[in-house]
């Protein structure tokens, strides 16, 4: 192998002969620079890519963390808010217990009601068949047995004692419209009784004659009351009554209140005990201002005092 050397100069030219080591030494040279130094480029790649690639694991890994202590710092906020807001609501919860338990006393008192005809203590008899379990908001929240055992009681209670105040206040409206209902009291607010029921003289001509009701006398003008609730049958005069007013009382009962100087309510009212009817007045066969007061039961009167004194418990 032959190497020419041309120098600056065209004149000089020199031949350079090349052994057998010489060339493969040569060769070396020539094909091992290109390769190791394509080598070390690519293992200078890889290894930064490498780096790269590394890097962008632990970032990610570091990230996954960040948002997995999220959730757990989320979590744990949410079930901390959870827990105040059950211990809110087992504290209402005992309150309402404690506020119906003293309810249901204050009205079992105020209803008079007799003696063993409803205890609110006890727990009302009911029944029917198994149905399905009464959701709760608080079922889908993770607690303690023991907690929720506490919510089921409170639960059971206050269901008891909702239902015994609707018995209670159904007993009491039966009791207060049986009261209203009741023939019972004076038709004024203010008099006395100056005819009784029964054999009299009669006050225009002395002679005995039956009085189908009571009398009682007052200032003209006084109020005149009705002695239970009802419906106005009759308003206006009558024959011997002068201005009357008559109300049917239901149960066979109908009551009149006549000599009337004026009728304050009309036919087909509907009036309420102790309502103020008319004014005392002396309208009719009077000889003075007073109200004539009978009492019908099944169509015959009766003697009105028995109604007059009766109290309705």
Known sequence: MKIILISNRAEKVRTLSLNSWAKGLLSVLLLGIPVATGTLLGVKIADGRWELLVENNISEMQHELVLQQQEV??????ASRTLTAMTVKLADMRSR?????????????????????????????IGGPEG??????????????ELTAIFDKL??????????LQILTSMMSDSRLRKEQTVAGRPITKGWMSSSYGMRSDPFHGEQRWHAGVDFAGKKGSEIVAVASGVVTWSGKRSGYGDMVEINHGDGFVTRYGHNDENLVT????????QQIARMGSSGRSTGPHVHFEVFKNGRTVDPASYIHKTHR
């Open 73 to 78: 710092d989320s979590a744990r906020d949410e």
């Open 97 to 125: 217990l404690i506020r119906l338990d003293a309810l249901g006393e204050r009205l079992t008192q105020i209803a008079r009601l007799e003696d063993g005809e409803f205890n609110f203590s006890d727990t009302p008899g």
């Open 132 to 145: 399905s379990p009464l959701q709760r908001s608080i079922s889908a929240i993770s607690v303690q047995p």
């Open 155 to 164: 639960d059971r209670k206050l269901e008891n004692r909702e239902s015994q």
């Open 267 to 274: 036919l087909g009212s509907i009036v309420k005990k102790g």
